[in-house]
Nanobody, 122 residues
Framework: QVQLVESGGGLVQAGGSLRLSCTVS????????MGWFRQAPGKERECVTA????????YYANSVKGRFTVFRDNAKNTVYLQMNSLKPEDSAVYYC???????????????WGQGTRVTVSS
């Protein structure tokens, strides 16, 4: 059984930082594309960033470029999302997902975590 477990969410003041982790069990992610999505109350889920198995040619949503960094440690079967200069509008539940190709479309990801909540206070 494949499981993705996110951690690292919490409450932080604007301008602060958090690092989210997504550890995968039941599957080796070395050939997987990984994505981070977020969903704020009343809004659709959106792709924040995606990283292919190669770790190159990353995707970032315009709203997080220059502030968020995604990286992966295949030896640990874990992908990370470093979030700096956080803003109140970054508040959301953050989900990681695994799939065969790197895409911003959530429909293309086969496995999902349960999400971790990030709240940024002003």
């Amino acid at each position: 059984q494949v499981q993705l477990v996110e951690s690292g969410g919490g409450l932080v003041q604007a301008g602060g930082s958090l690092r989210l982790s997504c550890t995968v069990s039941g599957r080796t992610i070395s050939r997987d594309a990984m994505g981070w999505f977020r969903q704020a109350p009343g809004k659709e889920r959106e792709c924040v960033t995606a990283i292919p198995f190669s770790g190159r040619n990353l995707y970032y949503a315009n709203s997080v470029k220059g502030r968020f960094t995604v990286f992966r440690d295949n030896a640990k079967n874990t992908v990370y999302l470093q979030m700096n200069s956080l803003k109140p509008e970054d508040s959301a539940v953050y989900y990681c997902a695994a799939g065969d190709i790197m895409t911003t479309s959530q429909d293309e990801y086969n496995y999902w975590g349960q999400g971790t909540r990030v709240t940024v206070s002003s």
